[in-house]
């Protein structure tokens, strides 16, 4: 089994629930059409690979804005080994 699995989750305080980050039902609703229409990792396509996605990301992080966070232009389908790995080295690496 890997390590990763084994760890402690982070907890998060009731404010900062994936609900009221803007991750309800309608988002759900949402990433099933766009995992529908988007079905393949945008960056193992960008590899030659061809792999289900399974998360929809924030191109830029949102940071709470409504219009950013809807934004259609701004998603994109990733795997989730894509966006637990190579996007949030991304994202570190530019802050």
Known sequence: PCAREHRMPMRRGADTSST??????????????????????????????????????????????HRLFWDPKNHQALCKACHDGAKQRLERASR
């Open 20 to 65: 009221k980050r803007g991750y309800g039902y309608r988002w759900q609703q949402y990433r099933v059409r766009f995992l529908d229409a988007h079905p393949l990792c945008v960056m193992c396509q960008s590899s030659g690979l061809v792999v289900a996605a399974s998360v929809v990301d924030h191109i830029t992080p949102h940071r709470g804005d």
